[in-house]
RNA sequence: GCGCCUGUAGUGAAGGGGUUAUCACAAGAGGUUUCCAACCUCUUGUCCCGGGUUCGAAUCCCGGCGGGCGCACCA
C-alpha cells in the first residue's frame, strides 16, 4: 500500500464516519477552521477529559476556565500585541514576504520600534535587496497581525480586544486568587482548555495549522530557589531526544527522563518532570512512543518569554510536528503584568531559614515644618527622604528628589531615629513552568497512529486502533438479526448498559452482522455486544474484542459488572 | 501572500459545448441469512460559487472560495 494514499484514505475515513470534516462546507468552506462530528466531538472530548484528569491527580493542580475574548491591555503585557504584529515587506519582483525589521539588521540599533514609513524609507534609502531575488522593488510595510481583532463594547467607546491567541493568560490574571485558594503557598498550578486563535497566513495541513484551535495549558507556578524535588525514577522508558544544537550535547540521543536530567541535558527539575509526565499521557491516549521525540529550542529560536524550552514532537504522515510546548517562563508573565498593570498581588512569599533582624537608620520628616517649607513639593520631599540609604552625616544638607530637582533639608526637618525589625522572609516574583498542548494535533496523531489498514481474508480491512478511554463509544450492542426478540434484548442490554455512569454505548441493527462489525472497528469501537439465539435461551451474550476478533461468552451480569469496574479485558 | 497542480453523490473515481451526467462502494426500505463488509428487489443523492463567451456551459475563459505541494510565514 502506497504511503502517498494512506493519508488521503484516512482523510476520507474521518469524512465519511463524522469524525473531523472541513467547516462551513456548503458556503464553500473556510481554511484553517474545521469541525469535529458526532464521531470526532466524542473523540475530542475524551482526550480533554483525559488530559484533565492526567493533571487533576498531581497535588495542588486545579482547573480554571476563563474568557476567550482578552483586553489589548493583557495581551500588550504579555508581549503578544508587539510580537504579534510584525512588520511584513513584500518583494514585487518574486512575491517572498519578509519582516521588515529582519531587512535592517544591522542598518538600525532597533528596527522592531520603527513605524511602518519609517520602515520603507530606511529599505529604499539603504538599497535593502530581496534575500531570495536579489530585486529592490518592495511593497510597502504592512502589519501581519496574527490574532483576531474585536472590541468589547457595541457602540462608540468600546475598548480594544483581541481572541486570545493562548489560554496562557487566564491562569496568569488569575494569579491572586490561585494563591489564595492555595493558601499562600507554592508550588502550585492550574490548568485549562479551551479555544484559542491565530490568523494564520496560510492554513495548511488539514488539523494540523488552524485559525482556531483547541489547547490545554498547565501553569505551574514554583519558588525559583526552592523548586519542588521530583521522582523520576517512576519513568524508565526510554526516549528520543535532540538537544539544543548550540548546546554541549547536541546530537540525538535516547535517554530515560531521569538520565537525561542527571547528565545535565534537561535543565530544570520540573522541566524534566514534564517532560515525563507529557509523555506519559501520550502514551496513555494512544500516541505511539517510537514516533515522539522531544526538541530543545536552540538559544535563537526560543520564544519571548522562555528561558528553556523543550518540543514534544510527533511523527505522522505530516512528518514531525510539534504537539506540545515545555516552556520555563520563569518570571516573565507575572513581573510583566506586575508592571503594566500595577498589581501588588503577583508574588510569592517565601520565610528565610532563620529571621533576619534588621535595624535601620532613618530620617522622619517633621511634618509642621516641612509642609510650610515646601508646600506642594512636601510630599516628594518625605518620599525622597524614605529612600535615602547612605544618610547624611551633618544636617543642613542637599537633597535630590525623584524628578532630579534639589532641595535644602535645615536642621529641624527631620529627626533621626532607629527603626528596628525583624524580616521573617521576603516576597518574590514566581517562576513559571507551561507545558502547552495542542490537541487537535495530537487527535491528528492519535487517528494517524491507530489507523491501520489491514487484510482480512483477502479482503482490504480497516480498523482504528484506539485506547479504550478516548475510543468514541465504550460498545456497541449488536442483535445479530433484528427479529425473533433479539433486536428487543438487545435494547434491553444497551438500557442497562446505559445507566452504568460514564460508559457510552450504541446499537446498530442494520444490515449484516459482518458489516456491523466493520463500522465499529473502523470508528475504533473496543468491544461488540453481541446478542444471539443462545442469548434468548440462556441470557449469555457475546463480547468481541476488536483488535484480535476474538469473542467470548458471558452472562449479562458479568457484562454489567466488568465494564462497572473496566475490567472487559480480563474476560479473555 | 507568491508559484505549480486541483475541485463531479457520503467516499473514491469516469466522462465531457447538445435529450434525463456514469460507475463502484456507502446509506435508507424490504427480503434472505444461526457471527465477521455475502446475496436479491426497490429507493435517496452529485458537476464548489459568481461572472463572461455561446442558440446552448457541468464542460471553454476570468475572478473568488476550497484542497494538495513548494517558497515565505508560523509553533
Partial sequence: MDDKGRMSRLSSLLRRRGIVLPSFEIYGGVSGLIDYGPVGARIKRRVVNSWIEHWGKVPNVVEIDSPTITPESVLVASGHVGEFNDKMSECKSCGGAFRSDHLLDGLHDNPEILDSSDLDELISTNGVKCPSCGSQDWSGASPMNLMFQTSIGAMGGSRAAYMRPETAQGMFMLYPALYRHFRQRLPFGAMQTGKGYRNEISPRQGMIRLREFNMAELEYFIDPENPPSTDLSRWQRRISMLPDPDGPHSSEIEATIEEAFETGIVKHPTVAWFLAMTMQFLVDVGVDPEKVRFRQHASTEMAHYASDCWDCELSGEHGWIEVVGIANRTCHDLESHEKYSKSGLLRGWRNFEYPVNESRETLKPVGSVIGPAFRGRAADVAEALSELTDLPEIIPFTLTLADGTTVEIEEGMVTRCLQESVVSGEYFTPHVI???????????????????????????????????????????????????????????????????????????TSRSIGRRYARSDEIGVPWAVTVDHQSLDDGTLTIRRRDDQRQVRVDIDTLIESLTSKSLQSLF
Fill in 434 to 508: 507551561e507545558p502547552a498542548f495542542g490537541i487537535d494535533r495530537i487527535i491528528w496523531h492519535i487517528l494517524d497512529h491507530n489507523y491501520l489498514e489491514l487484510e482480512k481474508e483477502g479482503e482490504e480491512y480497516t480498523i482504528l486502533a484506539l485506547e479504550p478511554s478516548v475510543a468514541p463509544y465504550d460498545l456497541v450492542v449488536l442483535p445479530l438479526f433484528d427479529k425473533d426478540g433479539m433486536g428487543a434484548m438487545a435494547r434491553e442490554v444497551l438500557q442497562r448498559i446505559g445507566s452504568i455512569s460514564g460508559i457510552f454505548a450504541e446499537i446498530d
